[in-house]
């Protein structure tokens, strides 16, 4: 299983960023996908998740600025990110979860910074 994260960078305070999540050796649209963060010094924190169905759960600190979506013939989730504040700031890392298993993708670096 492999989940391969990208489109991380440095970005300016009201800047966007776009991430994706390539997903291969799982069957996509039957996981749940989130993307998680770590800031420096802090817990890794849930930003979003989307289920196999559609549904969307944000943490209330991106709620419409952040937007999880999926493309399941693509096997991979997006995080669209506006209005970037330096708070968010983080290591993004991809996820799947189904039942009682759990995939984690190595993290791709967020800096928002001027």
């Known amino acids: 299983v492999q989940l391969q994260a990208s489109g991380g960078g440095l970005v300016q305070p009201e800047g966007s960023l776009r991430l994706s999540c390539a997903a291969s050796g799982i069957i996509f649209s039957i996981y749940t996908m989130g993307w998680y963060r770590q800031a420096p010094g802090k817990q890794r924190e849930l930003v979003a998740a989307?289920?196999?169905?559609?549904?969307?759960h944000y943490v209330d600190s991106v709620k419409g600025r952040f937007t999880i979506s999926r493309d399941n013939a693509k096997n991979t989730v997006y995080l669209q990110m506006n209005s970037l504040q330096p708070e968010d700031t983080a290591v993004y890392y991809c996820?799947?979860?189904?039942?009682?298993?759990?995939?984690w993708g190595k993290g791709t670096l967020v800096t928002v910074s001027s």
């Open positions: 989307i289920m196999r169905g559609g549904t969307t």
């Open positions: 996820n799947a979860e189904v039942r009682d298993l759990i995939y």
